[in-house]
C-alpha cells in the first residue's frame, strides 16, 4: 500500500457533521454529491482526475466531432461555494470495514457513510494480446488516444507506395455492437465516405474497411426489434461490415483473428465488447456477485457491512426483475444516487428507508448524420427525429453553460459543413506499442 495511505489526508475541513466520503466523480458520485450539498453533511469527493466526464460522447471525441475540454468539466468548480464539500484528487485503495476508514494514495480519511460510485473499466474477458494492442474507450485521454492513432495511420499510409501495404494501416475495426460500438461503427463511416477522401485525395477510400464486429445474434441487444434492424439498416448504408455471430479469438497488433472466418488485417482494432467494474481492496468475497458487481440491498447498503452504499456500474440486487444487475447505464446510476440522497437523510432521522426502483426513461443511439433510434417505454422511432431528439438529450445533459454552447456550435457546423476541423494529430511525443498503456494517464 502506498506509505501516504498511513496517514490521514491533510487540510480537509472540520466540521462537525455527519462525514460522507464518495469514490468516484462519474454519474452516480457527482449527483449524490449536488444533492447532497449545503446540507447537514460534510461531503468528501474522491476521484483520480479532478474532472467529470461524459462517457456518451467519447466517441466524438475519438472520431475528432468535439474537443476533449468540451465533455469534461472541473469537479471543483461545481462546488464552489459549497462549504460542505471538498473535492480531492486521489486514488482509492482499501477499505477497513470495522474501522470505518478508507486508504488512498493520498492519505487516510475515516467516514461515517461511504459510498462507492466507482464506475466500470473495459474487459477483455482474459484476452491478454488484445488487451495489450487494441484500444478501449473509457476514459477521455483513451478516446484522444484512438483519435491520434487513426490520424496517425492515415498520415503513415499516404507515404507507402504499395497498395496491399496501405490496408492495415486504414482499415479501422470494431467490436461490440452496443451503443458505443454502432456509434463508433457510423462515425468512422461518415468520415471515410465524406471526410477523409478530402483530407487525402491521394489515398483511394475504397480501400478502406469499417468493419463493426458482434458476438451476438443482433446489435443493440438491449433495445427493441424496430430499433436493432434499423440500426443495422443504417450501418449497412453507411458502408460499415456488419459480422454479427462472430466470436474474435485473437489480435496480435497486425490481424484480427476470427472464429470460423478469414482474418482482417487492421492496425486499428477498438474494443467496445464489454465492461467489467472498478474493485477495491477491503471486501470479502462474499460480498461479490459472480460477475464482479457489490451485491447489494433495496437500499444499495452493502450486503453484510454498515454505513457502506455501492451505486450503478459496480452494484447488483439479488432477485427483483434485474438478477444480473441494472443495466449499466447512466439514468440507474443518476436515480441511484437520488435515492440515496433521501435515504442518507431519513437515515440519520430514524426514518423508515425507501427501497430504489429503477424508472427506465428509454434508451437510444445515434448511427450517423440524421440517423439515430430512440426507445421510450410509450414510443419507438428513428431517422431523423431520433437524431435530433438524440442531439437535445445529450446537450441538455452536458454540465456548463459553456461546454453545451461549445458542443452547439461544434455540431452545428459539422452538420452543416459535414468537414469536423479537430483532425490535429497531438501528441507529447512517439511512443512503441509497449509503451503506450504507460503513456495513457486514467
Known amino acids: 500500500m502506498n506509505h501516504f495511505a498511513n496517514q490521514p489526508i491533510p487540510n480537509l475541513p472540520k466540521l462537525n457533521l455527519p462525514k460522507i466520503v464518495v469514490v468516484g466523480g462519474g454519474f452516480a458520485g457527482l449527483k449524490l454529491a449536488r444533492e447532497l450539498r449545503n446540507s447537514a453533511f460534510q461531503i468528501i469527493l474522491l476521484d483520480k482526475n479532478n474532472y467529470h466526464q461524459f462517457q456518451p460522447l467519447f466517441y466524438q471525441v475519438a472520431t475528432a466531432g468535439l474537443e476533449p475540454s468540451a465533455i469534461s ?13 471538498s473535492f480531492r484528487m486521489g486514488e482509492a485503495l482499501k477499505v477497513d470495514q470495522k474501522a470505518k476508514r478508507l486508504y488512498t494514495d493520498i492519505g487516510h480519511i475515516d467516514y461515517d457513510f461511504l459510498v462507492l460510485a466507482m464506475g466500470a473499466d473495459t474487459n477483455y474477458f482474459g484476452a491478454k494480446n488484445i488487451e495489450y494492442y487494441s484500444s478501449p474507450m473509457k476514459t477521455v485521454s483513451e478516446a484522444l488516444y484512438i ?38 461503427a457510423g462515425a468512422m463511416a461518415e468520415l471515410r465516405n465524406n471526410v477523409f477522401p478530402k483530407d487525402y485525395p491521394e489515398l483511394s477510400f475504397k ?75 477491503g471486501f470479502d468475497s462474499s460480498q461479490y456477485a459472480g460477475n464482479g458487481r457489490m451485491l447489494v440491498n433495496e437500499f444499495n447498503q452493502l450486503v453484510d457491512t454498515e454505513g457502506v452504499f455501492v451505486l450503478g456500474d459496480q452494484c447488483l440486487l439479488p432477485g427483483g426483475n434485474f438478477p444480473k444487475g441494472h443495466p449499466q447505464v447512466a439514468q440507474v446510476a443518476i436515480q441511484q444516487a437520488k435515492n440515496l440522497s433521501k435515504n442518507l437523510f431519513r437515515q440519520v432521522k430514524g426514518q423508515d428507508l425507501i427501497p430504489f ?76 506499442a509497449s509503451e503506450r498503456k504507460e503513456l495513457i494517464e486514467e
Not at 376 to 404: D, E, R, S, Y
Request: net charge positive; hydrophobic share 45%.
Open 207 to 281: 480501400n478502406m474497411k469499417v468493419v463493426l464486429i458482434e458476438a451476438g445474434p443482433s446489435l443493440l441487444s438491449s433495445m427493441s426489434p424496430e430499433a436493432q434492424a434499423h440500426s443495422l439498416d443504417y450501418l449497412k448504408k453507411l458502408g460499415v461490415d456488419v459480422m454479427l455471430s462472430t466470436m474474435v479469438q485473437d489480435y496480435n497488433g497486425k490481424q484480427v483473428l476470427l472464429n470460423g472466418k478469414e482474418p482482417i488485417e487492421t492496425q486499428t482494432l477498438l474494443w467496445a465488447a464489454g465492461i467489467k467494474p472498478n474493485r477495491i481492496d
Open 147 to 184: 483519435r491520434n492513432k487513426i490520424i496517425s495511420n492515415y498520415e503513415r499510409a499516404i507515404t507507402i507506395a504499395n497498395v496491399e501495404d496501405r490496408k492495415s494501416l486504414m482499415n479501422v475495426v470494431i467490436v461490440g455492437g452496443g451503443p458505443t460500438g454502432v456509434e463508433l
Open 357 to 432: 426502483q429503477y424508472k427506465d426513461l428509454g434508451s437510444m443511439a445515434t448511427v450517423g448524420r440524421k440517423l439515430a433510434v430512440v426507445d421510450l417505454p410509450f414510443f419507438k422511432f428513428q431517422g431523423f427525429l431520433a437524431w435530433m431528439t438524440w442531439l437535445f438529450v445529450h446537450l441538455m445533459a452536458i454540465l456548463g453553460v459553456k461546454n453545451k454552447l461549445f458542443i452547439f456550435l461544434n455540431w452545428s457546423w459539422n452538420y452543416l459543413s459535414f468537414d469536423p476541423s479537430l483532425r490535429l494529430l497531438i501528441k507529447p511525443k512517439y511512443v512503441r
Open 73 to 85: 468539466f472541473p469537479l471543483r468548480k461545481i462546488f464552489h461555494s459549497t462549504p460542505n464539500v
